[in-house]
């Protein structure tokens, strides 16, 4: 009941806005309706963090990984990371940030500097080029994006956009590089207690 009633006056307050800007009916009516998705999103991520905070770091780190992992596992990448460095994983399904974007949203234009990876979680995406020979390609599947990204510095080939509300993760190569510097860090420690182990063995 709170949350109706929070919404309602959510929407009276749009409408505010709104009346005062002047905006015409088309855009009134987009953000209208944006508002009140996000509205909804963020009273669900509300409630999820505060559930979060009755939590263990620990369990609420293993319920990060539970809601994201069936995103990142299906990547060869990240299910490589996943079977061999699971504490790597976690650290991982942590560091991706959540989006949450509006019909006709511009992710990432072409000929701009790649920040990082994105993967499309719902809604309906449009990939575009300014070549006028290139058809468009529409999907509402799930895809990784720019992987490159990660590991080095790259351009944007084409438009990425929304053409319905849509939420993705996106993963910085810099905290990329963090999760990945950890890895490093328990391959040395592994190679140590296996140097350490030889230095055990009797000399014959």
């Known amino acids: ?40 999103r963020k009273a669900s991520l509300s409630l999820e963090g505060s559930v979060m905070g009755l939590l263990s770091r620990a369990l609420a780190c293993e319920l990060t990984l539970s809601q994201r992992s069936r995103y990142l596992a299906e990547h060869p990448l990240f ?12 650290k991982l399904c942590g560091a991706f940030d959540s989006h949450i974007f509006a019909d006709a949203d511009v992710i990432y234009r072409e000929g701009t500097v790649a920040d990082g990876m994105y993967i499309t979680i719902r809604g309906n995406y449009r990939l575009a080029t300014s070549d006028t020979l290139s058809v468009p390609i529409a999907f509402s599947d799930m895809r990784w994006l720019c992987e490159l990204a990660l590991y080095t510095t790259i351009i944007h080939k084409c438009d990425l956009s929304t053409t319905s509300f849509a939420d993705a993760f996106s993963l910085r190569g810099d905290d990329f590089a963090a999760c990945v510097d950890l890895v490093e860090r328990v391959m040395s420690g592994r190679m140590c207690s296996v140097d350490d182990m030889l230095e055990d063995i009797p000399r014959l």
Do not use: P, W
């Open 1 to 40: 009941h709170r949350v109706n009633l929070e919404a309602k006056d959510t929407r009276r307050k749009l409408c505010q806005v709104l009346r005062a800007s002047s905006a015409d009916a088309h855009l009134s009516e987009r953000i209208l309706r944006f508002g009140m998705h996000l509205f909804r």
């Open 79 to 90: 299910e490589t990371i996943r079977d061999s460095f699971s504490d790597v994983y976690l």
